[in-house]
Each structure stands twice: as C-alpha cells, then as structure tokens.
C-alpha cells in the first residue's frame, strides 16, 4: 500500500535544492556500501560546490531480460575559492545480484578550473514490468568523504496516453472517442470539462514496479473519466501463441492491431489477471490499444503478454526508456520506542539539516473524518504543553534522530521541518512504552449489522418467506466472531482489541443473488444511519463497520422433499476509510453454511491494512498472498497467513527470522502509531504485556491461569506471554477445525513440559505437540524402503477418529504411513518440501487419499487407476501466475500410494519420489512441513462446525527434519 511517491525532475537543479535522477544526497563520512553516515569533519562545507546530474533518454528496443546502459553526466562546479581535486565512485545497482564490478571511479580535477564533467554509463539490470534502479555514488573531495548520494532511474516500456475524456463505465465504455478512429500522436482532442488534451509519454512515475499503470497518478485524479493508453511490441517470430494478463479499475476494452480482443464494462479494483485473453502475435510491430473508464476512487490497469501458460514470452522486443526520478514522500518511520524516548528516521529530497518537532497529543478517540480533510486531522496536538525541538546537525538526506525526555505510556505527534518540497512534513502519532506496572492495548470499536431477514427473490413464495433467521443462527454468527475476536488479540501480543457491538436488522428485505447480501446495495449504509440512534450511538463513535446478511433460500428437494430453507454463502468485500463516515466497511453473507470467523479475520485485516496506511504506518502486509509483491512467507493457508501478519507487524518475526521461537518484540509500538480507536492501559504487573485480570478482554492472566507476577511463572525458559503465542488459538478454521482434547491445544503455564514429551517448554521447537521432528534415514540407501524402518511421527486422538502416523526416508523416497482402524472418508496431506511457506517456490504438493475410489482428476490432479491417491503441485514460483495449481506438471511415476484393508486395521503408505527440481532433495538436514487433514466417515462429530479434522493446528505446517 503505502510506497514513496516519485516524479520527473529536471535536468539541472541547485545541490542545496535537489540533485537530479533523486540524488538522495548524503552528507557523511561513509564509502560505497557503508550505513553509517555521520558527517566527518571537512575542509568543505555544504553549498561550496554544485553537483549537476543529467541523464541521457534514449529509448532502446529490448527484452525485459537484456542488460542495457544509461548513460549520466555528473557536473561538479566549485563554488569556493578553495581549490580541490576528487574521485567520484558510482556502486552498482543497490539490491541487484550484479556481476560488474563494486565500484567504477572516476577522477577531477577542479584546481585549475571552476567545473568539471564526468560521463558515467549506468549498467541497467533486466527487470519484468517496470523497474527503479538506485545506484551509490561517492563524491571525495581530497582525501575525505564530502557527499554520498543515491542516484535513482527507472525503466519502463515506453507508452502513450491521451485523457481524461468525459464519461465513467456506466457512460462512456462504448462512447467512441477519437482515438479509436485512428492514432494521430500530434494531434489534440476535446477533453473532460472542455479541456484540450494530448497524447504523451505516460510518465514513468505512474508506471508502478507492480506492473500497475496508475491512470490516477498520470492524470490529475479525475472522476467519472476515460483515458486511452498505446503501446507496441514486435514478435521475432511468426504468430506467435500469447495471452494477455488484464486487470483493471474499472472498466476496460483493448484493441490489438485494430481489432477489439476484449471489452469488459465492470465497477472493481484492478488486480492483476483479472481478465485472461489469448490472442496470437503477428511477426514484426503489434499495436495495442487500451480504453479504461473510471467511476470515482483509484484508477488505473495492469496489462502483460505472457505465454499461454502465464510465463514470460521470449522473442519479444519493446521500446524501452530511462527516466529520471525523486522522492516526495520522507517515509517517516519510527524505529525505536521506549517508556522516555522515541527513534526514528525519514528521507529528505534535498540535503538539509531539518528539526525534529514533538508535541504532545491529547489523548482519547479521535473524531474519523473523510472525503478532503487530511486524516492527519483525526489527531490534534495539545495546545497547553510546549513542543519539544530536536535541532539535527548532519547534512543528508538520509536521516536519523532520537528525542528523549518523554513521558511514559503517552501519545505524542512527530514530525521533521523541513522534509520534502521545503516544508514540514505529515505528523506521525505514536505513544510511548507504558509506565512500570501497566501494559496497554489499542481498541477498535465496530459496528455490526445483522440482517436476520433477507430473502432470495426465487423464494418469495414459500413458506415463512418474511420471517426472520432463527435466533440460532445469528448467536452461531457471533460466536463465530469471537473466536476472530481471540485470534487478533493473542497474535497481536495482546496488543489489539476489537470491540463489536450487534444490532440485528429483522426488517424484511429482498434481494437477488448478490455476493454480499445487503451489503454495498445502499441499503446497508439506510440501515446504519437509521438505527445507530434508535440505540443511543452515534455512527462517528466506531472504527470500523461490518454488515452480514442472512440470506434465505428455499431448497425444496431438502427435508425428504418437503422443503427446507437453507443459507447460502459467499465471499466477502471492503472499502477502507476515504470516504463517509471515515473509517472502513466490510459485507458478507452469514449463516451455518458459511464461516463468519474466517470472513471476519479475513476482511477486517483489509480495514486495519487501511487503517495503518492511513496512519503513515509501514505496510501492514495484504493478506492475498502471493510470492512476488512480498506477501507471501513461511505460513500456511488463510488464518495461519493473518497470524504471521500480525506476527510481523510487532517484530516476532522477520523476513530473515520467519518462523519458532519467536523474536522479542522489537517493533510492538507500531500498533499504537494507529489513528483510529483508543488506547487503554490496565495492569499488568509483572510486565510482561498480559493483562492480570481484565475480563471484558478476550484472554487475561487470571483466565491462562498464569502467575501475574512472574514473566515465566514455571521456570521452564518460555515466558508466560510465549506460552500462550505458541499456537494461533484456532480451534475452527476454514474447513478445518483442530481435532484431538482442546485441553491439550494450548501451553500449561505450572507445567514446564505441557506436552509431555520430555523436552522442556523452553527447548521445545513445538511445546503443544508430543511429537519428535527428527526423521531417521532408513537402513537401505535406495529403493523401496521396508515397513521395519518406519518410525513413529505422531499418534491422532479424537472422539471422532483415531489413526497413527510414520515417517522413512532414504536416498529415493520420503514416505507417509498412516494407519487406523477404519479407513477416513478421504485425507489431504500438504508437503512443503523447502518447509518456506505454502504460497512461496515451486515445492508444494497437495496429497490426496479416497479410499472409496473417488479421487479428484483431470486439469492439475493426477490419481491413481483405483483413484483412492491423487496428487497435485502448488506451484508458487511463476510470477503473476494465478491459480497456483499447475496443470502442465506431471508426476514421477514411483508417485504413488498402497493401501492395506483388513477387519481390524486400514493402512496406507505414500511414497514420495525425490524431485530437487521441485524442492525434494532428500538429505541430511533438509527440513520439511506437512499438514494432514481427515475427514472421517460419518463426519467430525461436530454438528455446528464445518471441516477436516487436522492433526496439527488448522492451516499451520509442522516441520520434520531429515536425520541420520
């Protein structure tokens, strides 16, 4: 979400106002792929020399694959009186894996002379879409360090765009403008509001490294408008199969050489591959012409040739530009906070020596507010106490700072003055550590409406039509979110409450099948204004809003014919907080057909990835997960991936640290940066972040049953807070719902080995699981391995099935044995073979077993003649690739598995081939997750919760490692 905006510059600025292709300027003693930047001491000072760099544009035809150069001139003019010759140093490519050398050096001399050029080729790297390249560049004067500086450039495919013209989807997608009846790139056209407009180049600042083309940031953030974009590529070879990868916002048509390929009048956020069209290539240039109409908010599309597969396609040239670019965003970031001081650091575009200003904020809700009113306004500054002034004193556009002198546990505004554009920057909220005794916690207070009587229009004549849900469904609904409620709160630390209050809509309304009911009809936004007041509440005093619609349908096949009414499910959707009333809303479909927990977790986390956006926060990561745009890491499915969120966002883990044992929490003050909801404190007298005794919270130290005035109340090395962290508390997932005694789900705080398995809390990897990760390698090296050498993984106990598992390896195979009285309905069983993450690499495999003979197959499933075994690859490793399902892969035929069946016993061995293409490279050391979920004959037992009993906490992997 949250990115630093960049424009165009141009060729030649001030070095005290800005250095061209965003000379992120440092002034500082540190070399080439030094982080320390202090100023040294020096004969020079800032402003005695200019530093002008351009830029050569030409535009190249190439491959997104090809190594190109740019070529800059860096022009040093001495402003001093004080002779000096230098070396400047250029780095390559920051985050780029490049073989050039470290650094090329070029030297001046500015003895004789007042100015000097030097001519420096940029070695670009290959990148797919549009890429930024930043580049270190030392410039020494004599023998010390006088300025280090980023120098910025971005590649881009070259295109054209022409708008705004008048008109959203709704009236414009099929009003003919003139681009459509012919390209003239010279000429000019009646625009929206009577403007005239032109083509140009789309600037290369909108062309986000996503593969985005923000229509918004290149044309002024219309409304109700329609833009035109224009782009060539030229096939080496003869019609060429290809497809193009669409998404947009809102509607789009796209023109290949002329002729219409798609046309789609749609209201949506764009996405990429939204729309998949084949089209084939014709040798030489392609034109392509794409139309996307806006109805309001963002703007803009994705747009890719891929293969028909979805991998990149080869022998494809386009024309491809350099452009110069500078931040406009300082990115504030807060890096440390304690009880009394706060760190932080933040970008400048030009060198400055900027203060640090800290005011003290009052405390309490803040007032949401909308529309053009800066949210920075939802918190106000308080007028009695003074600001405390931070005077920096290093020349640099990289800053850092650390006030002290704070107060514990209170809410202040930071800001720097100047930051961007010679101005103060945005105030950043946060609130210091609390004072000794007390922990604190950030409420979010929503509004949830219930419509208990919604009707599907083709079941308007049965029986009891206008009659509410059952009262049972609407308390399945709220117990469902409680367990939501428990989720964010202990994967948060304790550190994020969500306070829901219910108002239940019995009002009989109709509807046709729409995906979230009353939700985003109008009607829902009716509802709210309408009875907030009945009940005495005001729609500005809560953080978030959610609308769930129970929506009845008539079966009539149902209840041996006579009928039923049932409730259809359906997905989920959310806006965030720009507009009226300020803060975000979520809408789906409840009832015992759906998962109003699951919908909960899952959308809400949309409203707070907003909410701390709009907060000036880092990216509360998007929980579509996928590898490519880093949000995908080492988790599992749906629930697990929101822990791992929440995780990250207070520092139990890291992109270098991404699993158990978890970290201590470094980054926890970014929960309390949020603009919205209120901060509590409460008491907590042992410090160690879980609330005594606080029953209106979802889990205190009273409930856990630890001691309140101890960190680690059975001495055994996990903290009673890491305790209770070590599982999600996911009783119920999606589809999954954890099996065995829930009195053994969850740590023993008096118990220093919970799990009973020998190891002590603090030594175990996995303290809730009696389990040993260690996989013994078989006595045979190679071939099938024998039944004597599989050893015991994990004995499964539930009221409703029972089964035990075993493990072997050997140089061949990996093998899963299960064993039960009774055969299951079905299992699934994934393997994560570089044990990394279920949405990361091309190593997954989804495992399937039907004893009765009723195993998927076709499209990406493969299964046995019997079809009782089944198995698919997750490939997560193709870039835009969606569904990650892989179709196109094919199995080893040792792939395989054998049943045994007798009165007493069901067994099952699955034998896993080597593959280290696809992450099997069966070794010592190698780490691998699995997750097993049955279904037994008969169901789980569990007539109010829907899903496969899982041998492990639902979604979560548990990691085995290859031993000797």
Known sequence: MRSSFEHSVSCHLEFLRAVILSLAVVVGSGLLGETDFAAAASAFKPGDFEVCVALDEPHVFATSSERLTATAKITITRKTGTPANGMIRIGRPMNQAETQADFQEFGFDLTKTDSATVTAPLAVPPMEHNGRVVYPVNIV?????????????????????????????????????????????????????????????????????????????????????????????????????????????????????????????????????????????????????????????????????????????????????????????????????????????WESDVPNVPRVIVRKALEGRALPVWGDVPKSEMVKADPDAAPIVVQTTDYTTRHTATVTGLQPGTRYLVSVDPACGGTESERLSFYTAPPEGLTQFLKLRLICI??????????????????????????????????????????SGMRLQLEVDYIVDDRFYEIDDAVYGIGYNGKDEAALEELLPRHGRRVSDYDGRIFISIVKQWDPNANSGAGAWHYPFGGGGTIGPEEYPGYGKSAWRGGSTSNSAWLFCHEFQHQLDALYHWSMGPEHLFNHFQPWDDTAHRHGEHWDGNGWIFWEWAGYVTRDHQWYPLLEPKLGFRYFTCRWGKVIKTTDADNDGIPDDAPD???????????????????????????????????????????????????????????????????????????????????????????????????????????????????????????????????????????????????????????????????????????????????????????????????????????????????????????????????????????????????NGRPNEHGALTVFEPHTFFTVELGN
């Open 450 to 491: 219930i419509f208990s009587n919604v009707t599907r229009d083709d079941s308007l004549t049965a029986p009891g039509a206008r009659e509410p849900a059952p009262d049972s469904e609407i308390q399945k609904i709220k117990w469902e979110m409680r367990q939501t409620q428990l989720f964010y709160w202990v994967n």
């Open 697 to 939: 919270l979802p889990l205190d130290e009273k409930r856990f049953g630890s001691d309140p005035t101890t960190v680690d109340t059975d001495k055994d090395g996990l903290s009673d807070m890491m305790e209770v962290m070590a599982c999600r508390w996911l009783e119920f997932g999606l589809d999954e719902i954890w099996g065995g005694d829930r009195r053994t789900h969850y740590c023993n705080p008096h118990d220093p080995d919970s799990d009973k398995d020998g190891v002590r809390d603090g030594d175990d990897p996995y303290p809730v699981y009696p389990v040993n990760p260690l996989v013994k390698k078989a006595e045979n090296p190679s071939g099938p391995i024998p039944h004597t050498s599989f050893r015991p993984f994990v004995k499964f106990r539930d009221f409703a099935y029972e089964a035990d598992f075993r493990l072997a390896w050997n140089d061949d195979y990996f093998v899963i044995e299960m064993s039960a009285p009774t055969p299951p309905a079905n299992m699934r069983i994934y393997i994560d073979a570089n044990d990394n993450g279920w949405y990361v690499g091309g190593d997954n495999y989804d495992l399937r077993v039907h004893p009765k003979g009723d195993a998927p197959a076709g499209g990406e499933w493969h299964a046995n003649a019997k079809r009782t075994f089944a198995v698919a690859f997750h490939n997560c490793s193709v870039k835009g690739k969606w569904p990650f399902y892989d179709p196109d892969w094919q199995p080893d035929s040792a792939f395989d598995a054998f049943e045994t069946t007798t009165q007493a016993k069901y067994s099952i061995e699955i034998r896993i081939p080597k593959d280290p293409s696809r992450g099997l490279d069966l070794r010592e050391g190698k780490r691998i997750g699995i997750l097993i979920a049955i279904n037994p004959e008969g169901g």
């Open 141 to 345: 004067m004599g023998s010390e360090n006088y300025v280090t500086m980023d120098v910025r450039l971005a590649r881009t495919p070259v295109w054209h765009l022409i708008g705004p013209f008048e008109g959203g989807p709704n009236t414009a997608h099929n009003t003919v403008f003139p681009p459509e009846q012919g390209i003239d790139l010279a000429a000019a056209h009646p625009g929206k509001g009577g403007t005239s407009v032109r083509w140009q180049r789309f600037p290369a600042t909108a062309q986000q490294e996503n593969g985005f083309f923000n229509l918004d940031e290149a044309l002024g953030k219309p409304d109700e408008a329609t833009a035109y974009a224009l782009y060539e590529v030229v096939a080496m070879d003869d019609d060429m199969p290809a497809r193009l990868a669409l998404g947009s916002d809102d509607s789009i048509k796209v023109w290949h050489n002329g002729k219409l390929v798609h046309d789609k009048v749609v209201t949506r956020s764009a996405e990429p591959g939204q729309d998949l069209v084949n089209i084939t290539l014709t040798k030489g240039t392609n034109t392509f012409l794409v139309k996307v109409c806006d109805g309001g908010g963002d703007w803009g599309f994705f747009f890719d040739i891929q293969d028909r597969n979805g991998a990149p396609l080869e022998n494809l040239r386009q024309r491809i530009g350099f452009s110069q670019v500078t931040i406009t965003d300082p990115v504030l970031r807060l890096t440390e906070v304690t009880r009394t001081s706060a760190s932080l650091k």
